[in-house]
Every structure is written in C-alpha cells, then in structure tokens.
T-cell receptor
C-alpha cells in the first residue's frame, strides 16, 4: 500500500497564476481533506471532500477550490496566487467519520508551493 | 470555538531523559484530542488519540498522554528520549462536527547525545 501520495513535490509559481495540486488517498479511503501549512506554523484546514462534494470548509477564500473524482482522488486549485499562498499543502485521507475511535486520518508528504 | 495551545515552542532534552511536551485545549464540547509528529520531509504521523475512553492514552514509540479535563490539558510524555524522537510535534483537537483537525503551532523537540 503506497499510502497517501501527492504531486508534484515542489512547485514554483508567480503572483496571479493558477495552480493545481493532486492527491491520491490511501487504498480503501473515501474522504480527502486538504490543509495549508505555512512555514513555522501548524496546518490549517482548507476543506474536506466526500462523495465528490465539499462537506466542510475552513476559513479560506473562494480562490481555493477543489474537486474529488469517482476514484476518490482529489485536486486542490488555487487561483490568482498571492505571495502569502506560499506554503506546504497537505492532503489527508480517511474513511468518512474519521473521528470514530477506529478511524484516523493519514497524511501525505505534501506539496511545497512557492509563489514569487 | 475550539483551540489548542502548545506551551513550549522548543524543548531540548538529552538522550535517555524524560520528554514532556505541554498542551492545553479549549472546547465547548467533549473533544477528540491527538498528538501528531512531523519529521523533516515526511508526512504527519499520528502518535496517539483520545476519544473519551481511557484518560491515559498510549501511543506509538513509547509515547503516552493524559487527558485532564479539570486542567484542560493533554500533555505528551515519554520516559526516555531517543535521538530519532527529534521532530516537530503537534497537539490537535477535532472540530465539533468531527470533520476537521485544528492544530497547535507545534513544539520542536531536540535530542542531544
């Protein structure tokens, strides 16, 4: 089992551009969540996808959008990039209802986005 | 709103000595609490999880944490530090809907020989 995989590993963009990050969940998982981790900070929740719908959203502007495909993989899109969007973007997968005792979120290694 | 506060941004210990990483939480409901570890260039890994069962939770690699409701604390401990424990540690609380994790700012653990 490859676990949660993310691509690309690193990405450099300029202000105003658009970016798409990709995530493949751990085998058997149906729920994908995205987090942004700025340098020296803890991750912040962006949104969660289940059954191809956004189920919950954190405090992020509409420039951040996502998608989940029938095979449960997911994309994170960021439009009109700002310098402040530079961060490590983490994907986490789980079974829906991960807060149960017998469930947990598994994190991928992340995509490092640099906006110049 | 729920939140976590990690009381130390950096903790330094010698190999073989005890580790204590402190965390206080704030929540209007009975939360689920977690500790995650992040090694450089690796994904976040769950160390342990509290979900209203036993207040003393044992995790991987010899770590454990005690949930103290009266003190709103969830401190992480290990009896004897190993060099491989050097990493960033995050105390985490779930939101009320159980759909998102809310992370503290992290504590960097350094272990010297």
């Amino acid at each position: 089992d490859a676990g949660v995989t993310q691509s690309p590993t690193h990405l450099i963009k300029t202000r105003g551009q658009q970016v798409t990050l990709r995530c493949s969940p751990k085998s058997g998982h149906d729920t994908v969540s995205w987090y942004q981790q700025a340098l020296g900070q803890g991750p912040q929740f962006i949104f969660q996808y289940y059954e191809e719908e956004e189920r919950q959203r954190g405090n992020f502007p509409d420039r951040f959008s996502g998608h989940q495909f029938p095979n449960y993989s997911s994309e994170l899109n960021v439009n009109a990039l700002l310098l402040g969007d530079s961060a490590l973007y983490l994907c986490a997968s789980s079974l829906f209802g991960w807060d149960r005792v017998d469930n947990e979120q598994f994190f991928g290694p992340g995509t490092r986005l640099t906006v110049l | 709103a729920q939140s976590v506060t990690q009381l130390d941004s950096h903790v330094s210990v010698s190999e073989g000595t005890p580790v204590l990483l402190r965390c206080n939480y704030s929540s209007s409901y009975s939360p689920s609490l977690f500790w995650y570890v992040q090694h450089p260039n690796k994904g976040l890994q769950l160390l342990l999880k509290y979900t209203s069962a036993a207040t003393l939770v044992k995790g991987i690699n010899g770590f454990e944490a005690e949930f103290k409701k009266s003190e709103t604390s969830f401190h992480l401990t290990k009896p004897s530090a190993h060099m491989s424990d050097a990493a960033e540690y995050f105390c985490v609380v779930s939101n009320q809907a159980g759909t998102a994790l809310i992370f503290g700012k992290g504590t960097t653990l350094s272990v010297s020989s």
